[in-house]
């Protein structure tokens, strides 16, 4: 159980017919499970750790919003050096305004003539740049633009070796930004990449790094061959997030979990325990099968993300008890076994998960909340949750 200071936070107002009724909790242990909690502490060590890396390697912040979906957070980076956010969807380039970020790099290849039309309206509030692969996505953005009146930014986006996106880094590497350059109302940037393979630094992780550099420093030099300048090269990662500077050519980072960190994060070598911020906090609701619990959480609650690079079936680490094992869920159950755990746990308890993969998590939660030491204090609406378009 916690112990912990008083101090009243008012969380939200839940409208009934006739009424307002106010919502005050008063400490943690108020808070109605499950519920979704960010250390505040460890987040802004890991906020701080990542700037004063790009700033002593000289390396352009442009931070991922995927994993926090939250403005303020967007802010707080910002605040910290950051020259700019990254979105994925342009309904998150919309959400990620209110941060009132310089520049918002859409990096993905968007499509369509909605979706259009509604980079453009973004484009009306701040600088945005797009990575993409393809003239076909190139051509109805420079014509969308044209006819805004707008420039847009643009990243060739190559492959260094994840293969998902991005074209190889020869003659269709060349053959793409020589397209590019031909287009009105769009401009030609650099490059882009994400080295997604790369799971954990250990030395295969190490050994697949050089070759990710190897790729990109020829990508630049065919370019260069053909009078053609990179001024942004940007790579995104957060497993590889201290060694971005090992990368010949590389200027600006894009990781995004580092926020937070997760389970994933600690199995990739990136992070420890002590530096995962996020944790998912439930109640146990029932241990009536022997050497089993029953927590009040499952897949709509910490997604079915299983843990990266491993073969092991759990769904997160319990805090209380690491020796604990959360093997199944359904939507609203999640199952513990108890088998090796050096305690048993009563109906009523409260226990922590760290998530696998706290990105996806945080989109199936509407708010969550920051805590510093046992104290409540700040609520945050997940903004950018669902923004699938």
Not at 147 to 173: H, K, N, S
Not at 259 to 266: A, Y
Not at 272 to 283: K, N, R
Not at 299 to 328: C, I, M, Q, W, Y
Request: proline share 4%; charged share 20%; net charge negative.
């Amino acid at each position: 159980m916690f112990r912990l200071r008083a101090a009243e936070l008012e969380v939200s107002r839940i409208s009934v017919p006739g009424a307002y009724i106010t919502l005050v909790l008063v400490t943690l242990h108020d808070l109605d499970t499950p519920a979704l909690l960010i250390d505040l502490d460890i987040m802004e060590r890991n906020l701080a750790r990542v700037a004063d890396y790009a700033h002593q390697h000289q390396l352009r912040l442009r931070p991922h919003t995927k994993t926090h979906k939250i403005p303020a957070l967007g802010q707080r980076q910002l605040a910290l050096g950051a020259v700019g956010l990254t979105v994925a969807k342009v309904s998150e380039a919309e959400v990620m305004l209110a941060a009132a970020s310089p520049d918002l790099l859409i990096a993905y290849p968007t499509f369509g003539a909605a979706k259009l039309a509604r980079v453009m309206e973004v484009a009306r509030h701040t600088r945005v740049t797009m990575s993409l692969d393809s003239l076909d996505v190139a051509r109805p953005l420079s014509a969308a633009a044209q006819a805004a009146g707008l420039t847009i930014g643009v990243l060739a986006e190559f492959d260094a070796g994840m293969g998902r996106v991005g074209v190889d880094g020869g003659e269709p590497l060349l053959a793409l930004v020589q397209g590019l350059e031909q287009l009105p109302g769009i401009t030609f940037e650099g490059l882009a990449f994400y080295p997604g393979q790369i799971k954990m630094m250990d030395q295969e992780g190490a050994a697949e790094l050089r070759r990710v550099s190897e790729r990109v420093a020829a990508a630049i030099g065919t370019l260069a061959r053909h009078g053609i300048a990179c001024p942004v090269v940007s790579a995104g990662s957060t497993p590889t997030w201290m060694h971005t500077h090992e990368v010949t050519g590389v200027n600006e980072m894009r990781p995004g979990t580092y926020i937070f960190n997760d389970r994933n994060t600690v199995n990739s070598g990136a992070c420890g325990w002590q530096d995962c911020a996020a944790s998912i906090l439930t109640t146990v609701v029932s241990t009536a099968r022997p050497h089993q619990m029953i927590l009040d959480g499952g897949s709509k609650t910490f997604s079915s993300d299983r843990l990266a690079n491993s073969s092991e079936v759990t769904f997160g680490k319990l805090v209380e008890e690491p020796a604990a094992l959360f093997h199944k869920m359904n939507e609203e159950h999640g199952f513990v076994d108890l088998t090796h755990a050096t305690r048993q746990f009563r109906v009523g308890e409260r226990v922590r998960v760290i998530p696998n993969h706290v990105c996806v998590a945080m989109n199936l939660h509407e708010q969550v909340y920051g805590m510093r030491g046992e104290t409540v204090e700040s609520v945050w609406q997940v903004a950018g949750r669902g923004k699938l378009q």
